[in-house]
Nanobody, 116 residues
Framework: QVQLVESGGGLAQPGGSLRLSCAASGGSFSAWTMGWYRQIPGKQRDLVARIFRSGTTYYTDSVKGRFTISRDNAQKMVFLQMNNLKPEDTAVYYC??????????WGRGTQVTVSS
């Protein structure tokens, strides 16, 4: 059974930084495509960034140049470094294992609030 646990959310001022972490347990982490999604109330959950087993990354346009996704296969962790945060980045952020090499899994989410 795969479990994903996020941490690192909180309150940041505009222009500030936060680093999200996702710890995975179970399964062959190094083979998985991992991602971060975010959701605000009443809206769909949207992809923010993804990192493939090769290390190739993908970012949605609104975070390019500000967010960096990375992974540590030995520790079974994936990270999202968020810099130059904007109020519109406020959302619940979810760690995701893509449905390759097994089923899709989600973490429970961590709240990120950007406000002065």
């Amino acid at each position: 059974q795969v479990q994903l646990v996020e941490s690192g959310g909180g309150l940041a001022q505009p222009g500030g930084s936060l680093r999200l972490s996702c710890a995975a347990s179970g399964g062959s982490f190094s083979a998985w495509t991992m991602g971060w999604y975010r959701q605000i109330p009443g809206k769909q959950r949207d992809l923010v960034a993804r990192i493939f087993r090769s290390g190739t990354t993908y970012y949605t346009d609104s975070v390019k140049g500000r967010f960096t996704i990375s992974r540590d296969n030995a520790q079974k962790m994936v990270f999202l470094q968020m810099n130059n945060l904007k109020p519109e980045d406020t959302a619940v952020y979810y760690c995701n294992k893509a449905p390759d090499f097994g089923p899709e899994y989600w973490g429970r989410g961590t709240q990120v609030t950007v406000s002065s």
